[in-house]
């Protein structure tokens, strides 16, 4: 597959995957889903007395239980985008080596598991911030360096 972004140079790739990173630190992330109850009917009796006297069906409506939220900032994928965005970082900062590619392959693992959680807890819109900046800087690392391309590859100009 074709790189899309091929034409940027790397040092923006990786600042704009780590900025995407901490994007959605504002974000509501959502703790608990709300609860709603049914309603259930309890059924009156007229056979219970020797006189007429009956008691009627009555309904019992059900509860509501709001869920509860918070920011992406106080939640568990914090932990991936912010790592995520350090490794990026560092491998903008830093001379392009084995190291850095290691250390930039582990922040797209980082933001691939991030996505997961944002899909499993319902949050389309952060997953797909998390994804953009995975698509950015996924071809730079995963590219085979004997290919001459990926952003540590042999000879490779820092961007």
């Known amino acids: 597959m074709r790189d899309p972004f091929a034409r940027l140079p790397v040092a923006v790739r990786l600042w704009t995957a ?9 974000l509501v992330w959502d703790v608990g889903a709300g609860f709603l109850s049914p309603g259930i009917t309890m059924y009156g009796d007229c ?3 020797e006189y007429t006297y009956c008691t009627p069906d009555t309904y019992l409506p059900g509860y509501y239980v709001p869920g509860q939220v918070t920011n992406v900032s106080q939640s568990p994928i914090r932990a991936f985008v912010v790592f995520a965005a350090a490794a990026f970082v560092i491998a903008a900062l830093r001379r392009r080596t084995d190291a850095t590619r290691r250390l930039a ?5 980082a933001l691939g598991f991030a996505v ?3 899909m499993a807890n319902g949050s389309p819109r952060i997953a797909l911030i ?9 071809p730079l690392v995963w590219a085979q360096p004997r290919a001459g391309r ?3 590859a042999r000879g490779h100009a820092a961007g």
């Open 47 to 49: 056979g219970y007395t």
């Open 18 to 26: 780590a900025l995407l990173c901490l994007a959605p630190m504002g």
């Open 130 to 138: 998390v994804a953009l900046a995975a698509i950015l800087v996924t």
């Open 116 to 118: 997961f959680l944002a």
């Open 105 to 109: 392959r582990l922040g797209t693992l």
């Open 150 to 152: 990926g952003v540590l």
